[in-house]
């Protein structure tokens, strides 16, 4: 069949790795994705079960009281509070659905260029690709020479190596990209798990200087209320902007179920399972970089998101089959960009039970 030239999915690659890791006494401690491992929340467990009788199809644009609890949320955890529910929030179906067709639902292709971190989830590329346009990993604006991209990724915390990018450089980038009519687009899924620096979002006017033209921001709930199993995310920004992704959305009957909207207004209306989630993953990274450290890791980077970014000095690969023979699965860099051939990228997001067995592994 014809279609998009996209390239091997990177985790069958770990599959030998991870048949090794299994066979360990203790069993596997998998630490190679970012998959949450606790409960999802009770308060939104609760909120699904009573919204279940959902005959009626639900609207692309969400729920009155899902957008007013988006803006709550941002104004409350993060001091933005110039959203416009109706105008500049949107509920998607998870954020790596957005994220991956992003570029197509604002109508790129040929001939025009994304850009995204050298080091990155590698869905931005995938989103180039799929859209027919041209993914270029590039961390400077000088690194792009004169030329002017469409859209443009940022992502802080980062995935894989978790460095949160200050307000100063985002303004920077804002202005930038202003200049050269280029969208930007950050995808800020970790923004709340900040960990020895404070993440600061695009939509904040200190970084944007109290206006939303040219920015979208991308959030997930999947991490911070344990909900990857229910598909909640959203964007919010630049009222243009949304109004073209929701008008492709509507035809392509990209619909949060109602369910799930609201599971997410309850999500986003409780800070109290956030900060205990919070909690957990501090202790477990605690854990997780002592261990890593005693056994002559570096750890670079890793202020924040639910990742340490880790090295021996050596290729990844190397790195990933001496964890593999003592039960431990990581993520070798080089799923990220070239940048990463010396890296690993550890999880924490593995029980304490787990943890505290790779930490014992480790110091073996």
Request: charged residues 20%; contains cysteine.
């Amino acid at each position: 069949m014809r279609g998009v030239s996209l390239p091997a999915f990177p985790w069958d690659a770990l599959v030998p790795y991870r048949e090794r890791a299994a066979a360990h006494a203790g069993g596997l401690v998998d630490l190679s994705v970012g998959t949450p491992v606790d409960p999802t929340p009770q308060v939104v467990r609760d909120a699904l079960a009573t919204a279940a009788d959902a005959p009626g199809y639900p609207t692309t644009l969400g729920s009155p009281a899902l957008r007013e609890a988006v803006a709550a949320w941002f104004e409350r955890r993060f001091g933005i509070g110039a959203l416009d529910p109706e105008t500049n929030i949107l509920p998607a179906i998870g954020s790596k659905e957005l994220i991956a067709w992003m570029p197509t639902l604002l109508g790129l292709g040929a001939g025009d260029v994304v850009v995204h971190p050298e080091l990155a989830y590698p869905t931005y590329d995938i989103s180039a690709r799929l859209a027919g346009a041209e993914p270029v990993a590039a961390d400077s604006t000088v690194a792009l020479g004169p030329g002017r991209p469409a859209l443009l990724w940022l992502n802080s915390p980062a995935n894989p190596h978790g460095r949160i990018l200050p307000a100063e450089h985002l303004a920077k980038m804002v202005t930038w990209a202003r200049e050269r009519g280029v969208v930007i687009a950050a995808d800020e899924c970790y923004i709340e798990f900040g960990w020895d620096a404070v993440p600061v979002s695009v939509l904040h006017p200190d970084v944007n200087g109290g206006s939303l033209e040219g920015i979208v921001a991308v959030h997930s709930l999947s991490k911070r209320s344990n909900l990857a199993g229910y598909r909640a995310g959203f964007a919010a920004g630049d009222p243009v902007v949304i109004k073209a992704l929701l008008a492709v959305r509507k035809h392509a009957g990209m619909m949060m179920p109602a369910p799930v909207q609201a599971a997410t207004v309850a999500a986003l209306n409780d800070d109290s399972h956030v900060d205990e989630q919070l909690a957990r993953y501090r202790g477990r990274r605690a854990v997780l970089r002592d261990a890593l450290e005693w056994a002559g890791f570096r750890i670079d980077h890793s202020e924040g998101s639910l990742y340490l970014w880790a090295s021996r000095g050596e290729p990844c690969w190397q790195t990933v089959e001496w964890l593999s023979q003592r039960g431990i699965l990581v993520a070798p860099g080089d799923f990220y960009g070239p940048g990463g051939r010396e890296h690993v990228r550890v999880a924490l997001t593995a029980t304490d039970e787990r943890v505290a067995a790779a930490a014992e592994r480790l110091a073996g």
